[in-house]
């Protein structure tokens, strides 16, 4: 979705550490959003990076690198619950383009 | 607790017919978007609002697709006539402003089928 790039799929273990990456064109950029999506079920918010760096909210962090049109999403201490898409989008030129989503599957 | 609300939840029609979608931002949200997700494009916007007037609808194909916004309780997708190609779940989302780009809440969406 309009160069917004992140993994079609990945695989963990319950209780690692998973890392998803994404990248975006840098023009216009505003900021970044990390959203999670159950099979079947609405987009939820997670986070919104407007500023370099990494914030964490609980098991959950994001990581912003505006030069490098870079992000990534890390998730601590999986649980089998976690297992959804989790769709990065950019806030550009007023508009949210969203990626095509990173399926994370979790293994017990 | 509020919540988006999107109206009907399912709908199967057949070509040709005309389908209108509803959505029921939270109150007091002043930002509506309308979104189209399927498996091979993902998460696409298609229309959004702010304070009731359209800001951008560049993602909807206008020949057929049409947005609005009759007060700030309804938002209201249609489209004439539907094509199989449109089949897709149509999420509508509100908000209370962007940029600087504050969290969406997402209705449950309305799945799309046409035959």
């Known amino acids: 979705g309009q160069n917004i790039d992140q993994p079609t799929e990945m695989t963990a273990t319950e209780g690692a550490i998973v890392q998803i990456n994404c990248t975006y064109q840098?023009?216009?950029?505003?900021?970044l959003f990390w959203y999670q999506q159950h099979a079947g079920e609405a987009p939820t918010f997670l986070s919104y990076n407007v500023l370099d760096g990494l914030e964490e909210k609980g098991r959950f962090s994001s990581f912003l690198s505006r030069s490098k049109g870079y992000s990534y999403l890390l998730l601590k201490e999986l649980q089998m619950k976690d297992s959804a898409s989790y769709l990065c989008a950019a806030n550009r030129d007023d508009k949210i383009i969203f990626g095509k989503g990173t399926r994370l599957h979790i293994l017990p | 607790d509020a919540r988006v609300t999107q109206t009907p939840r399912d709908k199967v029609t057949e070509m040709g017919q005309e389908v209108t979608m509803r959505c029921q931002p939270i109150l007091g949200h002043n930002t509506v978007f309308w979104y189209r997700q399927t498996m091979m494009q993902g998460l696409e916007l298609l229309a959004y609002?702010?304070?009731?007037?359209?800001?951008?609808d560049s993602g909807m194909p206008k020949d057929r697709f049409s947005a609005e916004m009759p007060d700030a309780t309804l938002a209201t997708l249609k489209i004439q006539p539907s094509e199989p190609r449109d089949s897709a779940v149509y999420f509508c989302?509100?908000?209370?402003?962007?940029?600087?780009?504050?969290?969406?809440?997402f209705g449950p969406g309305t799945r799309l089928t046409v035959l």
């Open positions: 840098t023009s216009g950029f505003n900021g």
């Open positions: 609002f702010r304070n009731r007037a359209p800001l951008d």
């Open positions: 989302a509100s908000g209370l402003a962007t940029p600087p780009g504050n969290e969406q809440f």
